[in-house]
């Protein structure tokens, strides 16, 4: 069918549309939130206007929705199906998780997926208590609902995401007890940016969260970790330490610090559902693309976070380089989109010295106790892990978690995968990531016959038509 | 807009998450694991971790965090694995 | 461990089939090397349901093999117990019983006429009545016209009960070696068996087992014996932890008719049944296309129709994973169990279908009888390779 299909409504999502429908194409735009965004340009819900923050790609005006661009909220896309010419997408909208949802699917010849990415929480004794939050969490709740997670917050983790998710819960009223940043303090290149993170165009509003906190009198320690969280039925307390090179905590600087939540993040972990069961090929745990964004697979597009963590400018601009091309597919006249793609390059070059400046260190393991759980839906311990490999010689993902029982359970290791992946010694990031099923829905809601849909028309949509403004 | 929590009334507002009515009512667990029996409440925050889950109107396995609440809704603990009823 | 130059028996695939195989001959004193192109126990045995039946075969051949191999099961289990200790023969058996539904009164006869036909081969097969199969089955469709118990059908975890049996073999002396694919069989001036072809290398050995499953095939062809093994796809659907539901092994009456199928077409039948972990797991699929493990929804719709007909419970429970593998298909439907009259010392170990955990331990015992030069126990002739369904021409030249 001649129409693109954009998955996700983040920053590339949102990019990705436009520049298709600029192009006189039209758009399917397809995202699980009722409001466009994604986890960056996270709205408040409880507000009933769109105030989407100025997107990237157009620093001087509001996103508005084109008008050739069909916008499908709430829509939670569970399948992609390969078929002749092209792909179909098996969605669900309506209230999240309900058995009353409407089911849709779209067929087109041009797929671009920006499913984005979650945070990567790693495991320590006490983690799965409540009180304890992902990074992401913390900033939803305050940017989205307006509530902070908690009065007493210890934020830790890795990466200068950490100062906007603190910043977030200090505007929403909470006290951030300290930031602890287990690799070198942001700040260090911040003030005197040098290198490849000289004018990184987010570092002014870094250097703004960094004020913010500043002002608050919220202590930033580098090299510093919560190594666990205590507490009968919720957080009451978490361990705090520094942290050697690897990681691994120095001896005797543990300290027990007042707290009743704490919001973690270590970097994130891409979506890959949906482009693993499309058959892109991923390349060290993320889908590669071409200079166009293109995939392995014909007709399927990435951009945004899924192809590399990379942060919301590089996001818009591969998804403003993948909605072109898609177009393009579809038949439409374009230009190479010579500025996008140069400011992807750019983005790039930023996500590699990010990615280098704060990696996750092997040392994390040494926090797990015998007994920590590592999948938190099947309450799976580190102990089972190390027996699979140890007693049974596991060496795949798939007898893993039938052994041990990890990422067996709802989230299907979408939280587990990579630490349990990690903990087994096995090097694949991705081992755990294939999940034909994208997201889960009721048996009812499978048994339902589809929507009819015309199936996807080759010869017309190879017809150009493209309307050159 | 009115909403039930365990039966109690609480005070909700269109846009609101379900975990955003209850962690602003002072709730901070809604589930008990299947095997532990351990207290879970909101965890990602995004939908990915599936630790937040919770009864609305008689169907468990529902994400607190991505369900918008609405008028009338009786939203329940959770404990271990449910059948809708 | 030092790494083993030369055995006595490569054993080709550590599926279910081959960790079987490996674990008989190892029994027999024999030193046996496992090799898998990939990891143990990470393909065909990690996507089956761990089925060991009786119930799902008319009387013949592969009933005697079902019948023989439901019975060793649980002594194997023991034997491996004592050899290794608690947690390594850890398999998660369940002799938790079988129930045939019939939903449609024009099944009704025929169920009773296999019941009968089974109870005469020897098979506990107890006919009940609507009410009876609700007893014993409560959140069963009130549609139901008539079933039949089968206290003998089991349930195990395939992948640890592979690895169980390959742990046996390595605590006999043998190896089992992971990532390392055998390209081929290599023959000395009289055309038998001197050892396996593997990347750049040869290993001495005085036997191969082909015990690769669906890819069987591939090896036969590379060993220049070729046999008719095809895959056939299956996929199956997994529900979200729930509390205990569905108690026995449950399926549909037609369900025998589609695993004795041939067709290549889509065959769909319900068989819905609950894992150790509290999920459910919801079959069976049919179809053959070739390697393809493309997802197809028009399958899961209808796996997912199929199980709310025999469990409308289910209709509101989460769905939270699809997966798929490859059974190994012969056109006759029977397993290969034997030596290559063509290749002195290729034996081959395949075609199990969707069986092959139920039919392993006797498997194993049968080749290694038979490799052994033991009276097996039972007739190895409905199995050897020479029929006409299954080999394909004549050695092709080396």
Partial sequence: MSRVVVVGGGPAGMAAAEAAASRGVEVVLIDAAPKLGGQYHRQDGLSSEDRLAPSAAHADRRWTSPENVEHVPDASAWAVEAVDGGHRVHVRVGLADDPSREGRVFATRALVLATGAYDRALPFPGWDLPGVFTAGAAQALAKGQGVAVGDRVVVGGTGPFLLPVASSLVGVGARVVEVAEANAAVTGWLSRPTGAMAGWSKAGELARYAGVLARHGVPYRSRTAVLAAHGAESVESVTVARLDRDWSPVPGTERRVEADAVAVGFGFTPQLELALAARCRLEDGFVAVDAAQGTSVDGVFAAGELTGIGGADLAAAEGAVAGFAAAKRLGAVVEAPLRAMSRVRAGRRFARALAAAYPVRSGWQDWLRDDTVVCRCEEVAKRALYRAVDERDVGAAGPLKLVSGAGLGLCQGRICGRNAAELAGLDDPAAFAKRPIAVPLRLSELAEESRAEAPVDAEAAARPFGIDR | ?85 | MGRIESADVVVVGAGIIGAACAEALSAAGLRVLVLDRGAPAAATTASGEGNVLVSDKGPGPELDLAVASRRRWPDLIDSLREELGDELARVEWEPKGGLMVATEPEAVGPLAALTRAQRAAGIEAVDLDAAAARDMEPHLTERVEAAAHYPEDAQLQPVLAAMALLAAVRARGGEVRGGVEAHGVVYDPGGAVCGVRVDGDAIPCGAVVNACGPWAGHLSVAAGAPVEVLPRRGMVLVTAPLPPVVRRKVYAADYVAAVASGAVDLQVSPVVESTATGTVLIGSSRRRVGFDDALEVEVLQRLARSAIALFPVLSGVPVMRAYGGFRPYTPDHLPVIGEDPRTPGLWHATGHEGAGIGLAPATGRLLADLMCGREPELDAMPFRVDRPAVIVGSAVER
Avoid: H, K, Y
């Fill in chain 2, 1 to 85: 807009m009115r909403v039930t929590w365990d039966g109690r009334e609480v005070e909700a507002r269109p846009g609101q998450t379900v975990a955003g009515v209850l962690i602003a009512n002072g709730v901070r667990s809604w589930r008990t694991t299947r095997a532990e029996g351990r207290p879970r409440g909101l965890f990602c925050g995004i939908g990915v971790c599936f630790d937040c889950l919770v009864r609305v109107n008689g169907v468990p396995d529902v994400r607190a965090c991505q369900r918008l609440v609405a008028d009338g809704d009786d939203i329940r603990p959770q404990r271990g694995a449910e059948l809708p009823s």
